[in-house]
């Protein structure tokens, strides 16, 4: 309702002239139709957003509450440093008497002495930066192409999909390992292993999506009017993949949070001493018999994590309208 | 035809991780015949070389690696230097085992309990089953495996814990299948949740076909009913999904072989993939790369046996 109204303000802006002098928005018939056709074509041209506030207020509760734990996780990986938690790497001697939780120490330490807690907070930051950037990565490579394979077809198109569907039918975690003895694990290192195990994936949504749409009247009519491939590609394609590719892109958030962690956890992600939750919880399987928090508590902090963002993801794809067909 | 297809496109794939894993192994910094010999000197580096073949021109020395590979040899691993074929010998049941029995424990476990679900569709237990395979769905295996040793071994000591001596399958097949148990359920939990729920979706829409009221009508007791009418037929999206399952099954080996200290191809590929030793990453891909395509041509061939409308679809 709201953005009808919007719309109509800023035709009757645009058609000043005429009838509409009389400041009553929607005057005569012919005027009524031309708003609306300005408003269908500003929702195409993204001038408006497509999704009206009632779709979003049909998300429900869960949904911010969702939004809200990443929204906390993404704060924390940014200013862990300003947190009022001891250093993730120090060693406190009086934490290697007594591991339990004490008021300095709110998780209690881990066997080595250091503080589960910081570590937990800190960790975030491997895990949150190898999740956003290498699927942010993959979203450019795998959207492009998917988009040029979808709108152009023929050879490019199987050539693509020969490579994606081969990397996708391997394991992933022997094709992360065999990368990581022949690249490294460095920060840097695992987000580009983890982009290029992902973007088959996104390559593969988006390619659908553009397929289904290119099929449709209005990107038919531009073509019949003899727009430009580039233009239909970048101002009417580009916007109607973007809802597929950015709810599919949050649940490869959680898959590559989940991917780099278990390389962490088998010991071949970031070295030590930088803290991962992978790490933690490989440390704490060791220990647990003792001391069951450091084993918990990364693994709270994990699930948490992916819950939250496969749950905004899951979400997002019913508002959106996002479908699974064709895939 | 058709198998004879896919056992071609299987042999191509083969190949190019063959050549791939090649070329960059051969592209790597430092020779193999250097990590050999460590600080041994030039002369023992010649050595080495020579025997390794690392002298000759980069095609060459693919066929000449290719060539061993087809009569069984697949190198040797760095530092201590073994036959790598003995290395894999020795741990590839363990990560065999650990696959088909985890499969075995998943389809016992599914099958009643999407069948009872479906029986009742969106009652208790229904809804019950769906909310607990969902909730395992969304947890690691790296999380869950712990948590499970924690309780099974520690908690509850009903099983021995990490680490504990696997007797040989052959030699004491009771004490064998008792220790694995506790790892092949760990793998078997993702299995699981997505066979439940497929085979629940699909027995749902079998159970309103016309032959199984016929089978109703005429008087069968629901368990006939469930396993011998509705069960098979319910049963091609499971089959045609554990196929693509078996890649994250070999990925969730990995991780399950680590949390119970098994020693299978995947702490194999952990260690050297640690070490760095190329040409062990490189033998385990390809054991890995061949164990994986020949589940999907013999998958493809059970489904060709479970539906005979896909048999002669495919010969018409």
Redesign the interface.
Known sequence: MADEREATVSSHDLTAPGPMELGVPGFSPTATMVDAELAGLEAREGLVPAVSKRRFKSLGWGFWVAVAIVGAWILVAIFANLLPIPDPNSVDVNCLVSTSPSSSHLLGCDTTGRDILARVLFGSRVSLVIGFASIAISEVVGGVLGLLAGYFRGSLDEVLAIISN?FL??????LA??M???VGRSLFDITLIIAILAWPILFRVVRAATIEHAQRDYVLATRALGAKSWRVLTSLLLPDVVPTAVTFGLVGVAVAV?GE??LS????SVPAPTATW?NM??Q??TS??TD?SL?LSP?VA??SF??AI?FIGDRLRGVLNVRHGAL | MVAARRILEGLATVLLVCFVTFFFTSKMPGSEAAVICGPAGTACVRHESAILYLNHPFFERFFHWLGELLQGNLGVTLAPPEPIGSVIAGAYPITLELIIYSQVIAVVVAIPVAMWSALRANGLFDRLSTTATFATLAIPVFIVGPLLALVFTVKLPWFPGPAANVPSLWSDPGQNLYVMFLPSLTLAIGSIAVYQRLLRADMVATLEEDFIVMARAKGLSTARILFRHALRPSTFTTMTVAGIQVGSLITGAIIVETVFALHGLGSVLTAAVAAKDLPTVQAVTIVVAVFYIVCNVLIDFLYTVIDPRVRRGRRA
């Open positions: 081969s039918s391997f394991p992933f975690l022997v390992l065999v990581v003895a022949y989940v962690g278990a956890f088998l010991g071949l992978g919880i490989a704490g399987s647990m018999t069951l084993l693994a994990m699930f992916i819950l496969n």
